[in-house]
């Protein structure tokens, strides 16, 4: 495309870590294109919203933010193109357009290519929608726009086969392929060449990862990347309970720049519950898992997801997932009230748990899972982490924060930045709260 001049693109980024890798992806092709980013929306020349379908919530946040816009750029004498991209898009099509008369493209998660073209039309008064899924694209050849100091992330599958009967994400990113083993590594070491200090593998489900050429799997990927650069800290999300392979959990034990945390969704602490969630384990397959991983690795950081009031959840199902918090003490846990989405499974099963109900079901879950959380994190007291410097803490410049190998946040005060992003320091930990640990460096 012929350009005179330079467009602005400001981006919003809504979801998962994958749609923020997509927003870097979008952004590097766009760059290709002749657009610019921006971090001010007033002197934008397109607005994209790239958005999140996984709960009711997540898509009413966006319609709000539309009907803003609208009103926002109603008197605005340059015309604003407004798009909405990711999960929403693919989901709601150019229906999109006909609920929001502002929306002018409506781009899904595999048709980013098409973005630059879309815009110029857009910007002729042509609106376009994009949304076909693809059983290849993984935007291997894309160079994403980074513009994180310390940590990159880098998308190594695409989609989901796995069809968990509540989720939305099949639908709205297609089936699973992964992006090639060498292709990886290489973008790794170039990473790391670029002086990102911590890479994080993303996926729906990264443990089900297969590169059918060299016949590659996950263990084989992340070993691969771990020696491929052993200053890097190397972390992933999120695996699925049902392929976490004792090969997996025996590699990350022996590469010590394979970050000792594991992202591993549960969902619910009821066998019955996670039948008719499609889960693909039961809870003694799960525990087993916690149990292995523990005994390779005693001191790893255990983190997991909960759906709250799934239909048909008794409230003995309830407390089996209370029961299996106890049991497993996770260190950190998101928890979630199960929120009905359209053509779903689930969406077929009554959704019979009152929406109080629900809530007080998830609160009882969020107080024990903030109390396991406070006691894990107090017994840190006097333990030495190795932490990345990230930046000044949003409360006092004077103190800065950084993530242990465990992904947890610390804060310790480094006085005139003695210290700077990307650097690794030992810090002794002080105290805690529920999320936090505080402490001091030490030599
Ligand atoms: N692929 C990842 C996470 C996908 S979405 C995995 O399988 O773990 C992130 C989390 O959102 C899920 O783990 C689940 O806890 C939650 N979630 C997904 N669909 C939901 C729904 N319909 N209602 C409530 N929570 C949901
Ligand atoms: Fe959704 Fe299940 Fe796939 Fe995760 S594994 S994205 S919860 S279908
Ligand atoms: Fe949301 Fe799509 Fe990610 S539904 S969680 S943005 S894959």
Not at 47 to 60: G, H, I, K, M, W
Not at 201 to 226: M, P, R, T, W
């Amino acid at each position: 495309m012929e350009m005179t001049e330079t467009y602005k693109l400001y981006i919003e980024t809504y979801g998962c870590q994958m749609n923020l890798n997509d927003t870097e992806i979008v952004s590097g092709i766009m760059r290709e294109h002749g657009w610019e980013t921006t971090d001010n929306i007033d002197n934008a020349d397109a607005v994209l919203l790239n958005t999140c379908s996984v709960r009711e919530n997540a898509e009413s946040r966006i319609f709000k933010r539309l009907t803003h816009f609208s009103q926002k750029f109603k008197k605005r004498k340059n015309k604003l193109i407004v798009g909405v991209i990711g999960c929403m898009a693919e989901r709601f099509n150019e229906r999109l357009i006909d609920i929001q008369d502002i929306v002018s493209i409506v781009v899904g998660p595999d048709e980013y290519r098409k973005l630059p073209i879309l815009l110029e039309h857009a910007m002729g008064g042509v609106k376009g929608v994009a949304v076909e899924l693809s059983k290849v694209e993984t935007y291997e050849d894309i160079i994403p726009l980074r513009t994180d100091g310390v940590n990159a992330w880098l998308s190594i599958m695409r989609g989901c086969n796995n069809f968990c009967s509540y989720c939305v994400v099949p639908y709205t990113r297609g089936r699973e392929r992964s992006r090639s083993h060498t292709s990886i590594v290489e973008e790794v070491a170039s990473l790391a060449a670029k002086g990102f200090k911590e890479i994080t593998l993303l996926g729906q489900n990264v443990n089900s990862y297969h590169d059918k050429e060299l016949n590659k799997d996950f263990a084989d990927l992340i070993s691969d990347c771990a020696i491929a650069v052993p200053q890097v800290r190397i972390r992933y999300t999120t695996s699925h309970p049902r392929d976490m392979s004792d090969r997996l959990i025996e590699v990350m034990a022996s590469h010590d720049n394979i970050c000792k945390h594991i992202h591993l969704p549960v969902q619910s602490g009821s066998d019955r519950v996670l039948k008719m969630m499609n889960r693909g384990y039961n809870r003694e397959h799960y525990l087993g898992r916690i149990s292995k991983i523990r005994e390779l690795m005693p001191n790893i950081a255990i983190t997991t997801d909960i759906i709250a009031g799934f239909p048909g959840e008794t409230l003995e199902d309830h407390q089996l997932t209370l029961s299996l918090l106890q049991e497993v003490k996770y260190s950190g846990a998101f928890m979630f009230k199960y929120s009905p989405r359209e053509n779903t499974k689930a969406f077929d099963m009554p959704d019979d748990i009152p929406e109080e109900e629900k809530l007080r079901r998830l609160n009882e879950i969020i107080d024990l899972q903030n109390k396991i959380a406070k006691e894990i994190n107090h017994h840190e007291k006097g333990n030495i982490h190795r932490v990345l410097v990230e930046c000044p803490s949003k409360r006092n410049p004077e103190d800065w924060m950084g993530r242990s190998d465990t992904n947890k946040v610390v804060i310790f005060p480094n006085p005139d930045a003695k210290f700077s992003q990307g650097d690794y320091v030992n810090v002794k930990i002080k105290r805690s709260s529920s999320a936090t640990l505080f402490g001091e460096i030490v030599e």
